[in-house]
């Protein structure tokens, strides 16, 4: 019976990926210049996003959509109570006075209540703007004025006065109401006199051409821009990643779908994945944090079957797993488990794509005492049920990768902007291949111009910047966006990132240098919290190093060391040094010796969001960094 099963799964697997049409566009010389995937999901004709509550309601009413934490439990919303609590605050807000096309800023963590705003103001015929918890005055004043908001909903009294200052000088401040004062409530009362067929009305009005949403973004460059995102890019984006991932994770899993959210829902990825979810009839949880420390609890309470995550997550928990190790004594284990993980996933991998027998006997009874030990930890800390993650935001490290897939859990990596409605590309689940951020998303295709770039054309591209013809005509070049990354496509068409244009190196010997491939290297190992590589029109390369502060509270602590011991001196011990070196040398193997780091810095501070060195979406501000640290990388060069 256990080989039918098994010869069934597998002719089923076969099905569902030969649904998945990849067409190749080579050069003469053979090298694939361009690549696209037809699209699993039909272009959608009527209609909106907005639709999608009110559709979960007629068709499965009792279905659990949602789940929302309250008293200390996560309470089930079915799609007929989330679809009446979004009828009630569209009603609010169509009572105070939000016109069809009016924008509604929703600036808050992640939350249930996010999500309710959100299809409310779409289901009331509005645009929602959204805005990071963490925006400063100046930021939120420049996307309340450009994008002319008359209403905001904020979480906290904080950020209500944030909005508050930053607006009053404006001729007309937008009505702002608060989640900790019972928005939700308030709106639901002052909407008591609308009839329910007006938010029909009003619904019934918008089609996929319309303007569902303003995404600024984070602006690690000068003034964020806003993204115009219609209803039918929202959809693509959504409904083509649903079909292609949702019926592969059922029939391996056999587990029905479950996800705790916590990327921001200012950022595109967190949104399209609200959105998924709800197409998909996925049970969706909120967290406000990606802190490990805040988060491993809600994630073990939440038990999801998958994650949407970024890079830092992924390196935190490995840390952890590490750090809880080094406290047993046990950290010259978790090393060799660490080293054991890769080559077991690597031989997984090759086994998976046919290209090689799989692990051999030593290595997998090796694995089998290391899953004991370690791996199963590793899960536990996710939750426990967790059997695929997706990672997006920024490069993974492939061996980061390959530890993960050997305790059970394959992540694919995917890549997109803004612009393109979260994830452009993703790795196909039949078809992992670890280091590259996959093929294009259904109904997209992806492009290498000349130079390098990345460019991207399909139906979750977005078509302009709002109020900014310039800047959208310096990256539209007719159907094709240029996402200002460089990449390369290989033989089957996976991409891989390499870096940005703007931000390549060339030093004084005339060597060209992407930092990004260094960077995520250094970054994905401990005591490296983040960095900064330099070296234009310098004789050699070079980088500013941060400490992560977890990682040096337990080396402070491992050895009986004062747990104030402040970081101006710590980034002279010679030990710390010695760990940050081993990182170094870990970058350095990625690349040539003349691309590879020659001297580095600690710094004695971090880069945060609140010393404008980080964007809400934890990219670095280059520009930012190198000129606060102007006379530190002087330094490096004996200046």
Avoid at 126 to 138: L, M, N, Q
Avoid at 484 to 507: E, H, M, P, S
């Amino acid at each position: 019976m256990g080989v039918r099963r098994e010869l069934k799964q597998a002719r089923q697997r076969t099905d569902l990926a030969g649904r998945t049409r990849v067409e190749l566009v080579r050069d003469e010389k053979g090298t694939v210049r361009e690549v696209s995937t037809a699209a699993l999901a039909p272009e959608r004709k009527t209609g909106s996003v907005a639709d999608l509550p009110f559709t979960n309601a007629a068709e499965a009413p009792g279905a659990v959509v949602l789940r929302r934490r309250a008293g200390g439990a996560w309470q089930p919303v079915t799609a007929a109570e989330f679809a009446a609590q979004v009828t009630a605050v569209a009603k609010g807000l169509i009572a105070a006075g939000l016109e069809p096309g009016g924008r509604v800023a929703l600036m808050s963590a992640t939350r249930y209540e996010w999500t309710v705003l959100d299809f409310a103001v779409w289901a009331a015929g509005g645009r929602s703007v959204p805005v990071y918890a963490t925006s400063s005055a100046e930021q939120v004043e420049w996307i309340v004025r450009d994008s002319v908001t008359r209403f905001v909903v904020t979480e906290t009294a904080d950020m209500a006065a944030t909005v508050a200052s930053a607006t009053a000088g404006h001729s007309e401040p937008p009505r702002v109401w608060r989640l900790d004062a019972d928005a939700i409530g308030q709106l639901t009362a002052l909407g008591r006199e609308i009839p329910d067929e007006e938010v029909t009305a009003r619904r019934a009005a918008l089609t996929p051409d319309d303007v569902a949403t303003i995404c600024y973004t984070s602006g690690t460059t000068g003034r964020p821009k806003g993204c115009v995102l219609t209803h039918a890019n929202l959809h693509a984006e959504a409904a083509n990643t649903v079909e292609l991932l949702h019926p592969i994770f059922k029939e391996v899993t056999g587990q029905s779908a479950s996800t705790l959210l916590f990327l921001p829902l200012a950022h595109v990825l967190g949104r399209t994945i609200q959105i998924a979810c709800l197409l998909a009839r996925i049970e969706l949880g909120h967290c406000p944090s990606i802190k490990p420390a805040e988060l491993r609890p809600m994630l073990k309470e939440f038990r999801p079957t998958f994650l949407v995550g970024v890079p830092y997550l992924f390196e935190k928990i490995h840390d952890t797993g590490r750090a809880t190790a080094e406290k047993i004594g046990r950290g010259a284990s978790f090393d060799r488990a660490d080293r054991i993980g890769v080559r077991f996933g690597e031989a997984v991998i090759r086994r998976f794509l046919g290209t090689g027998p799989g692990p051999a006997p030593r290595l997998y009874a090796a694995w089998a005492l290391y899953d004991l030990l370690v791996y199963r930890r590793i899960r536990k800390e996710l939750g426990g049920r967790v059997r695929y993650a997706i990672s997006g935001g920024s490069p993974l490290d492939r061996n980061l990768n390959l530890f993960f897939q050997a305790a059970g859990i394959m992540i694919y990596e995917g890549y997109g902007l803004t612009e393109t409605t979260a994830a452009a590309t993703v790795v196909p689940p039949l078809a992992p291949r670890p280091g590259t951020v996959g093929l294009p998303v259904p109904g997209t295709a992806i492009r290498i111009a000349e130079d390098g770039e990345v460019l991207v054309r399909g139906g979750a591209v977005f078509g302009a910047y709002w109020n900014n013809p310039v800047a959208t005509a310096g990256v539209l070049r007719g159907d094709w966006f240029a996402t200002g990354d460089l990449g390369a496509l290989d033989d089957d068409g996976y991409l891989t990132i390499t870096g940005r244009k703007k931000d390549i190196l060339v030093t004084s010997g005339g060597k060209n240098v992407s930092p990004a491939v260094l960077e995520d290297r250094l970054r994905s190992r401990p005591p490296v919290g983040q960095c900064v590589v330099v070296g234009d029109n310098r004789p050699f390369v070079a980088a500013l190093v941060t400490l992560d502060p977890e990682v040096v509270a337990h080396w402070l602590a491992l050895r009986g060391l004062p747990a104030d011991t402040p970081l101006t001196e710590l980034v002279e011990d010679p030990r710390l040094v010695a760990e940050v070196q081993k990182a170094v040398d870990y970058a350095n193997e990625a690349v040539s010796r003349a691309e590879s780091i020659r001297a580095f810095r600690l710094v004695g501070a971090e880069f945060t969001e609140e010393n404008g060195l980080l964007t809400p979406s934890l990219k670095i501000r280059r520009r930012e960094v190198t000129t606060a640290y102007a006379a530190e990388i002087d330094e490096l060069y004996g200046g």
